[in-house]
Each structure stands twice: as C-alpha cells, then as structure tokens.
Nanobody
Framework: QVQLVESGGGLVQAGGSLRLSCAVSGGTFENLHMGWCRQAPGKEREFVAVISRNGLNIFYSDSAKGRFTISRDLAKNMASLEMDSLKPDDTAIYYC????????????????????WGQGTSVTVSS
C-alpha cells in the first residue's frame, strides 16, 4: 500500500515562501503521478499541481501558476512543492496525492480521484 507523509508546513507572512515535501513508501515511486491539493477552512478540496511519473508533464491550477513549483526526486522517493509569494488566500491544509493510473484530466478536474493521499500539512499565511 502506498503511503504518503507530508512535511514542511507552518506559519509564514504574506510574500514569504515555504517548501512542502512528501515522502513516498510502500509503492513504486516511478509508477506514480504525484500531486498536491489543498483545502481551506469551509471550502472544498482543490487541485494545486501535478507532475507525471516521468516528470515531463506538469500542470498547475491558475492560482498556483507562476508562484508554485512542483518537483520530484526519484533518488529520494519524494515530491516537493515550492511555494513563493504566498498570500493569505493560500492558507489551507495541503495534501500530497498520488495516482498510478493513466495521466488524465480527471486528476486536476476531479482531484478526489487521486488514488492515494497523505494526512496533510497545515500552511497559514498571515497578512
């Protein structure tokens, strides 16, 4: 069973940066598309970014484009999300997600369809 463990969340001032990491175990990392989603208080979980299993295809939400960078490290079995120019609206629980199916738009249109999920890490951006 694939297990995902996030780290790196915390409190940061607006305009600051954070780097989230996701450690992957229990599966074959190179077979997994890796993604990040977030859920703000009182809102539905939303897609943030996904990187394909070969690292060649990357998709971002409109809110993440230009500010967030998703990456993966095959040697460490880890995925990361570098977040810059953070805004108070970025405050949320951030979840690492993974999927071993075909890369398709369902992952960013219906993020709940990711097969595997971490428990989340909290990000708070103060104004």
């Amino acid at each position: 069973q694939v297990q995902l463990v996030e780290s790196g969340g915390g409190l940061v001032q607006a305009g600051g940066s954070l780097r989230l990491s996701c450690a992957v175990s229990g599966g074959t990392f190179e077979n997994l598309h890796m993604g990040w989603c977030r859920q703000a208080p009182g809102k539905e979980r939303e897609f943030v970014a996904v990187i394909s299993r070969n690292g060649l295809n990357i998709f971002y939400s409109d809110s993440a484009k230009g500010r967030f960078t998703i990456s993966r490290d095959l040697a460490k079995n880890m995925a990361s999300l570098e977040m810059d120019s953070l805004k108070p609206d970025d405050t949320a629980i951030y979840y690492c997600a993974a999927d071993d199916g075909p890369l398709s738009s369902r992952l960013w249109r219906q993020p709940s369809t990711f097969a595997y999920w971490g428990q989340g890490t909290s990000v708070t951006v103060s104004s």
